[in-house]
């Protein structure tokens, strides 16, 4: 009903404004010349300097990028746009103060801290007027959005993460191991990482480092809180343990302290595989100079074959108080188009978020380190909506960790872990609702 009566009255301003022109051209040149002038004062209007602030709170978008996919085309397509990035800001900070940026770059799991700041709403009316086509996004990254809204669009994603065996060559050279092949289950995997876990003149070599017990939980989309309940104690999250226990029992595997498994991978190169998200940043950088590396397919669970992880993506807003919403939309709109998405997707290394596979494909087509790895590994793996996350109980991870982290010592069992990182989270639920008046 809605379109047809917006089909109707299109038609009838049409048929209006040819009538107009018709008049005014033969009969009523003043008229005309007042359109000509209300015209110009419009286009000077929409050329008027603008200056936009964009935040975020990490490196979502680091200096590199944000001038060669944002700063640099803007100029070229809007010279009367500006943008300037605050990286590191107290957001809070700087509302309090008086300073609100128009854009919002961010993780889309952290939505929920902008939300509680005020600055989040539906972007749906910003989507319609500028005509952007949703059809070309992945639709699984926009499912992922919606789950913060009601369905709602509170941002846009721009680049994605992906997961994937970072693997060491010459370790498996050392000990002729056959390296990671893609399409392993976590089973296979450990199994591959017993052959290559030892000690070898002094130098103890681990097998597999899978990241931490968090991680693979976010292969399984697993939140800890669910729908404002606890959602810890059940088969699900026993796996996830029981598998993070298994990797670290590996023997000559053990987690080394306070040394992150980056830097065992990357510098001291005792790490035969790393099995994570996107790296190829660090990996073009001087620690890894000379490293003999190559990556194979995200290993995944018998009952989910190919499942690499949930969606783990980066999305833009366009702040609620912001006083330039329509010149806003369009860095988003250039962030997202097919040229910038390329120039993404071939210097950055990271994912495109487009359907268009000729994009995706070319995933580092400009980066050296990336020539001849096997980056078909990446596109082998699936990945589902994230779990929608939320920032109203904030100790949620630390009464977690600190069960799990028993569990991983071998201080106390699985289900204990369970069970009582279950009351603890019930507890917090309680004492943060009754706080909340709920």
């Known amino acids: 009903m809605e379109a047809r009566v917006c089909q109707a009255a299109a038609a009838v301003f049409v048929a209006f404004m040819v009538l107009a022109g018709c008049s005014s051209s033969l009969n ?27 935040a975020q709170k990490w490196s979502e978008i680091n200096d590199a990028d944000f001038q060669t996919l944002i700063v640099e085309p803007l100029a070229k397509q809007y010279p009367n746009i500006q943008i300037e990035m605050l990286k590191g800001e107290n957001i809070k900070e700087m509302i309090a103060a008086g300073t609100v940026p128009d854009l919002v770059a961010t993780w889309v799991n952290l939505i929920p801290d902008y939300q509680e700041l005020g600055l989040v709403e539906d972007m749906t009316p910003l989507i319609k007027k500028h005509s952007l086509d949703l059809g070309r996004f992945e639709a699984t990254y926009l499912d992922t959005i919606r789950g913060y809204d009601n369905g709602g669009l509170v941002a846009l994603p721009y680049d ?3 997961n994937a065996i970072y693997y060491n060559k010459d370790i498996f050279d050392k000990f002729g191991v056959d390296y990671p092949k893609d399409g392993m289950t976590w089973e296979e995997t450990i199994e591959l990482a017993k052959k290559v876990s030892r000690e070898d003149q002094g130098v103890r070599y681990r097998g597999l480092e899978a990241d931490g017990y968090g991680k ?36 000559s595997n053990e987690p080394v302290p306070d040394v992150h498994p980056r830097n065992q991978f990357m510098k001291d190169r005792n790490l035969a595989m790393f099995a994570t998200g996107n790296n190829f940043n660090l990996l073009q950088g001087d620690a890894a100079k000379g490293l003999n590396w190559d990556i194979a397919q995200y ?13 783990d993506e980066h999305v833009a807003f366009v702040t609620k108080a912001s006083k330039h919403k329509d010149e806003a939309f369009k860095v988003i709109e250039i962030l997202t188009s097919d040229e910038i998405q390329k120039k993404l997707t071939r210097a950055s290394g990271k994912l495109s978020v487009l359907k268009d596979a000729s994009i995706r494909r070319e995933l580092g087509a400009d980066m050296p380190i990336l ?20 920032s109203k109980y904030p ?3 630390k009464i977690v960790s600190e069960q799990v982290t028993k569990y991983l010592a071998g201080e106390q069992d699985v289900n204990t872990t369970l069970r009582v990182a279950d009351e603890g989270l019930q507890n917090h639920i309680r004492q943060i609702d009754a706080g909340a008046g709920k």
């Not at 809180?225 to 993070?244: M, P, Q, R, T, Y």
């Not at 290993?299 to 969606?311: E, L």
């Not at 096997?374 to 699936?382: N, S, V």
Request: net charge negative; proline share 8%.
């Open 28 to 54: 009523e040149p003043q008229a005309a010349g007042k359109e000509q002038g209300q015209t110009a004062e419009a286009t000077t209007k929409s050329e008027e300097p603008v200056k936009l602030l964009l």
């Open 160 to 162: 994605a993460n992906f």
């Open 216 to 251: 693979l939980a976010l292969q399984e989309a697993l939140p800890t809180i669910k729908d404002g309940k606890s959602n810890f104690n059940n088969d699900e999250w026993k796996h996830v343990l029981e598998l993070a226990r298994s990797i670290e029992a590996i023997p």
């Open 299 to 311: 290993p995944s669970n018998p009952d989910k074959p190919n499942v690499a992880g949930m969606v």
């Open 371 to 390: 020539q001849g790895k096997h980056l078909d590994a990446i596109f082998k793996g699936t990945y589902v909506p994230a779990y929608t996350a939320t």
């Open 395 to 397: 100790d949620a991870g």
